[in-house]
Nanobody, 125 residues
């Protein structure tokens, strides 16, 4: 299984950014997986950012860290095995390497099965 993250870059404070992550791998039903993002700022531990998880039928729920709640949205395209993180009103404290993650568990915060390679987001003030 591979997760390919993209969309990072340099953005001014107050701006927006959309991160994308495409999953690939045989024998995995990504539509049933929890998909989302963690981030790691310099000198800090990796922290949860957002996730979308399957809750049955064709329904999905979203979960956000308090630090990004209200200014971020997460979406997924199961046909493309992809997840997207739209971040608005970016702050300098959003500067970090963002990692795409996938989990077969009901919550991404319960454990990650697969990690992407990370994409750097730098917010300039």
């Amino acid at each position: 299984v591979q997760l390919q993250a993209s969309g990072g870059g340099l953005v001014q404070a107050g701006g927006s950014l959309r991160l994308s992550c495409a999953a690939s791998g045989a024998g995995v039903t990504f539509s049933r997986y929890s998909l989302g993002w963690f981030r790691q700022a310099p000198g800090k531990e990796r922290e949860f950012v957002a996730a979308t998880r399957w809750i049955g039928s064709n329904l999905y729920s979203a979960d956000f860290a308090d630090s990004v709640k209200g200014r971020s949205t997460i979406s997924r395209d199961n046909g493309k095995n992809s997840v997207y993180l739209q971040m608005n009103s970016l702050k300098s404290e959003d500067t970090a390497v963002y990692y795409c993650a996938a989990s077969s568990r009901t919550s991404l915060k319960s454990g990650v099965d697969y990690w992407g390679q990370g994409t750097l987001v730098t917010v300039s003030s």
